[in-house]
């Protein structure tokens, strides 16, 4: 996916908000098993996905635990980072080989003081940022494991062709044999 189609996706610019955010991106190649973002530490930097497959995860007792995934078009960002300057949680890694789109948090910020457009534009992906994580949230604290993988294939269709199914069951709470039984009784 484009700049100018990710740029769009959050909240439509003017050609002239649009060329200065544009001026102030990075396109970055980085390998498979890249960790982008790292737990514990302030980020300085977002990215959108321009080609490839990431997974943001949290260590918990020694447990890699899996809470979401990120295509093309998708959002790798600390928003704890992002929006308060402070260590982030969560770690994200890299699946694939992959093209990202790379923002300085700093340059942004100091756009939204200069363009009010862009400001607008910041606020509006914050927000959608926050409703992807509530709509992560919801479902596993009262869907089944299997409502979750079906809602998984719905909103990721060649998730199962492109992440390890580790990761998939780490996602979704359970062994890889509960998967596999999932996986089974779907098809």
């Known amino acids: 996916m484009d700049i100018d189609q990710i740029i769009d996706q959050i909240h439509p610019l003017s050609s002239a908000a649009k060329l200065m955010l544009k001026k102030n991106v990075e396109e970055v190649h980085l390998p498979k098993h890249s960790i982008v973002i790292q737990a514990d530490k302030i980020e300085k930097n977002?990215?959108?996905?321009?080609?490839?497959?990431?997974?943001?995860?949290?260590?918990?007792?020694?447990?890699?635990?899996?809470?979401?995934?990120?295509?093309?078009?998708?959002?790798?960002?600390?928003?704890?980072?992002?929006?308060?300057?402070?260590?982030?949680?969560?770690?994200?890694?890299?699946?694939?080989?992959?093209?990202?789109?790379?923002?300085?948090?700093?340059?942004?910020?100091?756009?939204?003081?200069?363009?009010?457009?862009?400001a607008n534009w910041g606020r509006k992906f914050a927000e959608k940022e926050l409703i992807k994580a509530e709509e992560r949230f919801l479902p596993r604290q009262f869907g089944t494991a299997t409502e979750r993988y079906t809602e998984l294939l719905k909103n990721y269709p060649d998730l199962i062709k492109r992440v390890q199914l580790g990761h998939i069951a780490s996602y979704l709470g359970i062994t890889q044999v509960s998967l596999s039984r999932i996986r089974t009784k779907i098809t």
């Open 46 to 118: 977002i990215y959108f996905i321009k080609i490839g497959i990431a997974r943001t995860f949290s260590i918990i007792d020694d447990n890699e635990i899996t809470f979401s995934f990120g295509k093309e078009g998708d959002t790798i960002a600390s928003l704890k980072s992002y929006i308060g300057n402070q260590k982030g949680y969560e770690s994200i890694e890299l699946l694939e080989d992959c093209v990202l789109y790379k923002f300085s948090i700093e340059r942004l910020k100091k756009l939204f003081n200069e363009n009010i457009e862009i």
